[in-house]
């Protein structure tokens, strides 16, 4: 028997500007034992900020065409392709067409951006 089933209507969706994040399972919603799964969909030219996460996450790229730029190294990815992000390096993924991204991580993630003097915290799609 499944531990939670989570309907796809009550799913979690933050828009930023940069993009459309969907938590599929995290603690505050599935529940899940410290790990989170979510959804990123970005438009062709849309780009993340520079940050730095604390920990390791997996991204599936499922369609589009995406950069990822990861400590100073660039890589290209195609629908298909999946990507391990190291933590504590800084990484800044773009959109290069539309694009979608199953992502995977501890749910306790704390982002940071270079240059400010305090992490951001746990974004909302991952807690």
């Not at 992000?85 to 800044?92: I, N, S, W």
């Not at 959109?95 to 240059?115: D, L, Q, W």
């Amino acid at each position: 028997m499944p531990r939670a089933v989570i309907r796809s209507e009550s799913m979690r969706r933050t828009e930023t500007p940069n993009a459309v994040m969907t938590t599929v399972a995290s603690p505050t919603q599935g529940p899940t034992g410290g790990f989170s799964v979510w959804k990123i969909r970005m438009e062709p030219g849309q780009q993340g900020p520079r940050h730095v996460f604390d920990c390791e996450q997996v991204w599936h790229l499922v369609s589009g065409d995406m950069d990822f730029a990861v400590g100073g190294e660039t890589v290209h990815l195609h629908a298909g392709d999946a990507v391990v992000l190291p933590g504590a390096v800084e990484r800044q993924v773009s959109a290069v067409t539309a694009a979608e991204v199953i992502a995977f991580g501890p749910s306790g993630a704390v982002a940071s951006v270079p240059g400010e003097d305090r992490p951001r915290g746990t974004p909302p799609w991952i807690s």
